[in-house]
């Protein structure tokens, strides 16, 4: 996946948005985790990794008899994980730059983690094969991801409406599905996977981190939506200022993309 067609914005602006998104998304993914089962000893691959957050849970999961790898496109986020598992004494990590294209390997890993990866992307059956191929016979696939479907403001409000359609937009003339998360459980059965067991998870809230996600996204998605003629420069701006105000409002609840979360095992 060519980090130039990314839809969301790269490099260390990128990395902040992740960083509300790690936390936000935090209970819930090690909750999900928990129930993969993933333990001590075990070798881990973390697909998309970002900042690396959840690719350094993995390594604390595993101890260190088991190791955890993060791979990325982006080489400015790996550049970072790497020195945050540095300066966090993180030893049985490591970071690397590389693309689903070139493969992830044969046979390597108990577990295959990816989160909001298949979304982005124009074959995520490929991928999924990538991925089924890189896990050892037992080895469990871990994947989350959206349905930008189920995303909320409470009262309404034009303006998140607004910004609904230029993510979905986007995301579709950048090659990528907004909706993918509904078809996650049969698209991992059609890959030969076996067990496979959904969950749905939502982040919402009235007040908090998870309420500023919206106007963060949007600002992370401006260039690929005026790259595709989806909206402005000025619109984009008036709307992520919008989306902050509503985020500062202790009265409206807003809901982020409900996500499917999957967990499945190679035969």
Same mark, same amino acid.
């Given at each position: 996946?060519?980090d130039?067609h990314?839809?969301?914005?790269?490099?260390?602006?990128g990395?902040?948005r992740?960083?509300v998104?790690?936390r936000?998304?935090?209970?819930?993914?090690?909750a999900?985790?928990?129930?993969a089962?993933?333990?001590a000893?075990m070798?881990c691959?973390d697909?998309?990794?970002?900042g690396?957050?959840?690719?350094?849970?993995?390594?604390?999961?595993?101890g260190l008899?088991g190791?955890?790898?993060?791979?990325?496109v982006?080489a400015?986020k790996?550049? %970072?994980?790497?020195a945050d598992?540095?300066?966090? &004494?993180v @030893?049985?990590v490591e970071? #690397?730059?590389?693309d =689903?294209?070139?493969?992830l390997g044969?046979?390597?890993?108990?577990v295959?983690?990816?989160r909001?990866?298949?979304t982005?992307?124009a074959d995520p059956?490929?991928?999924?094969?990538a991925?089924?191929?890189?896990?050892r016979p037992?080895g469990?696939?871990?994947?989350e991801?959206?349905?930008?479907r189920?995303?909320?403001?409470d009262?309404e409000?034009?303006?998140?409406?607004r910004?609904?359609?230029i993510?979905e937009e986007?995301?579709?003339?950048?090659?990528?599905?907004?909706?993918i998360a509904?078809?996650?459980?049969?698209?991992?059965?059609?890959a030969?996977?076996?067990?496979?067991q959904?969950?749905v998870v939502q982040?919402?809230? %009235?007040?908090?981190?998870?309420k500023?996600?919206? &106007?963060? @996204?949007?600002?992370?998605? #401006?260039?690929t939506? =005026?790259r595709?003629g989806?909206?402005?420069?000025e619109e984009v701006?008036r709307?992520?200022d919008?989306?902050?105000a509503?985020?500062?409002d202790?009265?409206t609840?807003v809901g982020n993309?409900?996500m499917?979360q999957?967990i499945?095992e190679?035969?």
């Amino acid at each position: 996946m060519d980090d130039h067609h990314y839809l969301i914005r790269g490099g260390v602006g990128g990395r902040e948005r992740l960083r509300v998104l790690g936390r936000v998304m935090r209970p819930t993914t090690l909750a999900l985790l928990e129930r993969a089962a993933v333990a001590a000893g075990m070798r881990c691959l973390d697909v998309g990794c970002g900042g690396g957050d959840v690719t350094v849970d993995l390594a604390s999961l595993v101890g260190l008899t088991g190791h955890a790898v993060g791979l990325d496109v982006d080489a400015t986020k790996v550049e %970072l994980a790497r020195a945050d598992a540095v300066q966090g &004494a993180v @030893t049985n990590v490591e970071f #690397r730059v590389g693309d =689903l294209a070139a493969g992830l390997g044969q046979e390597e890993y108990d577990v295959v983690y990816a989160r909001f990866v298949l979304t982005h992307l124009a074959d995520p059956a490929s991928a999924l094969e990538a991925m089924r191929r890189a896990l050892r016979p037992g080895g469990r696939l871990v994947v989350e991801d959206i349905d930008f479907r189920g995303s909320f403001c409470d009262p309404e409000h034009p303006s998140f409406e607004r910004y609904e359609e230029i993510y979905e937009e986007s995301a579709r003339r950048n090659g990528g599905d907004p909706w993918i998360a509904l078809r996650l459980p049969s698209m991992l059965v059609a890959a030969g996977f076996a067990d496979v067991q959904p969950t749905v998870v939502q982040p919402a809230g %009235l007040t908090g981190e998870v309420k500023l996600l919206p &106007a963060l @996204t949007l600002e992370n998605i #401006r260039a690929t939506a =005026l790259r595709h003629g989806v909206s402005t420069g000025e619109e984009v701006d008036r709307l992520v200022d919008d989306l902050y105000a509503v985020a500062r409002d202790p009265a409206t609840f807003v809901g982020n993309p409900r996500m499917v979360q999957v967990i499945a095992e190679r035969p």
